[in-house]
């Protein structure tokens, strides 16, 4: 988890309102995985979002796609993104540390009023962060369905059981 630290003080020091969702987020919960990259929900009101991208972008990050990363801000550019690429992350890559890979959502899986006030607070280096309830992991999980996922869905039910 030490990959993604500098991550989330970045972002927490911009004022950036996120909640860890994914395989970091089943980790955080307490079931024991590998995970290829932090996946995040952030509050994506223009001025949120742009200063999300700001914070990655101090940190040396860039994105996947050939754009301009402050055009995420844009809800009307993330839209067209959406519907005319089928974008369903932005993702912001470290050129100097390939493992580290950072996944926006283009638009939330669930509503992030809700996510953000349902969320659990673990510490994560000394710094509070909120991660997805299970509740909320689980259904995100279920509506993916890949097969990693379904075994998270497992894991999470007996974490909650």
């Known amino acids: 988890m030490t990959l993604f630290e500098p991550v989330l003080a970045a972002l927490d020091a911009a004022n950036v309102r996120f909640v860890v969702v994914g395989g970091v987020a089943v980790v ?4 024991p ?3 290829a ?3 995040l929900v952030v509050d994506l009101a223009a001025e949120s979002a742009g200063r999300a991208i700001s914070a990655l972008v101090t940190l ?5 796609l050939p754009v301009d990363p402050q055009a995420f801000a ?14 369903t992350v932005f993702t912001m890559l470290d050129p100097n540390e390939p493992l580290l890979e950072v996944d926006l959502f283009a638009e939330p899986p669930l509503p992030f009023e809700e ?7 673990v510490q994560l280096g000394g710094q509070a962060v909120r991660i997805a309830s299970i509740d909320h992991l ?3 999980k ?6 990693q996922d379904l075994a998270d869905v497992a894991a999470l039910e007996a974490l909650r059981g």
């Not at 040396?60 to 996947?64: I, K, N, T």
């Open 28 to 31: 955080l919960h307490g079931h």
């Open 33 to 35: 995985r590998m995970t």
């Open 37 to 39: 990259d932090l996946d």
């Open 60 to 64: 040396g990050m860039e994105p996947r």
């Open 74 to 87: 844009d809800p009307e550019v993330r839209r067209g993104w959406i519907v005319q690429r089928s974008l």
């Open 115 to 121: 996510l953000w006030g349902q969320a659990t607070i």
């Open 138 to 140: 689980i259904t995100m």
């Open 142 to 147: 279920q509506a993916a369905g890949r097969p």
